[in-house]
């Protein structure tokens, strides 16, 4: 049984936070503020599992996007407050709305004239770099964070749930290599069960599998982390930093950058 766990971002802009992995970070939600629409169903996600539906809100507009970071930009700027990092993340997967890509460039645009020094982040489960216009979008920004839970297709599925039967470990790694270098590779690691199966991306098989995805899409880096916050499967672990640093290590030796939190 999954905890009665819901969304956890009520507005189009939020923060700014703290991240572990990005500095001083102002989140954009580009999914309903009352509800989740995302092409995963992840077994960790902090906003819980896609049953809650996606609200009465709708997705905002560009234009209302665009607004309200303008706004809260505006009025950080005033008060002299810092900004590392403006952040796509929120109720679901921000490469769904049907404006994605004229969204990153009013977000960038509004960056510039803002906080030059800060960097646009996108957080991306990896499900639309198919399309031609979205990933044309994620080479623009800054950091280009894609998600690769497992490379072994079972193991995927069952962490990440992806809702389409199309989407599969061997299409998505031959997609992120167009990059060429550009994307960040995210995995969570983590352990436990699910459904009344063993979730365990921690054994030998699986690194060796992800170490050779890794080599295969050439990314930027690699970043490696467990849960830190509440999850919808209650049955999850942690897993230990030491044993992230140890991934890390063997994923350093294949050649790849790898960063641990």
């Known amino acids: 049984m999954g905890k009665d766990q819901t969304v956890i971002f009520h507005s189009t802009i939020f923060g700014p936070i703290h991240s572990r992995r990005l500095g001083v970070s102002l989140g954009v939600n580009l999914m309903p503020y009352d509800g989740k629409v995302c ?13 809650q539906g996606a609200g009465k809100a709708g997705l905002p507009t560009r234009g209302q996007v665009k607004d309200d970071l303008e706004k809260k930009l505006s009025e950080m700027h005033a ?8 952040t796509f993340s929120g109720n679901g997967e921000p490469t769904l709305h049907p404006e994605f890509a004229g969204i990153i460039d009013d977000v960038i645009a509004l960056r510039d004239r803002f906080y030059p020094e800060a960097k646009v982040s996108v957080l991306s489960n990896s499900t639309r770099i198919f399309d031609p216009k979205v990933a044309e979008a994620l080479k623009k920004v800054d950091n280009n964070i894609l998600k690769l839970d497992s490379a072994i297709e079972s193991s995927m599925r069952l962490i990440d749930c992806p809702q389409s039967k199309e989407f599969t470990v061997e299409r998505v790694v031959e997609a992120l290599k167009q990059f060429e270098g550009q994307a960040i590779i995210q995995t969570m690691l983590l352990r436990g069960e699910h459904d009344g199966h063993i979730v365990d991306n921690t054994t030998p098989e699986e690194i060796d599998a992800l170490i050779k995805a890794y080599v295969e899409i050439k990314p930027r880096e690699v970043m490696l982390y467990s849960i830190d916050r509440s999850t919808p499967e209650e049955k999850l672990e942690k897993v230990d930093r030491d044993t992230i640093a140890l991934v890390a290590a063997e994923v350093e030796k294949a050649g790849v950058k790898a960063l641990y939190y």
Do not use: Q
Not at 39 to 51: H, K, P, R, T, V
Not at 79 to 86: R, T
């Open 39 to 51: 092409s995963f169903d992840c077994i960790y996600c902090e906003a819980g599992y896609n049953a």
């Open 79 to 86: 008060a002299g407050d810092p900004l590392d990092v403006i």
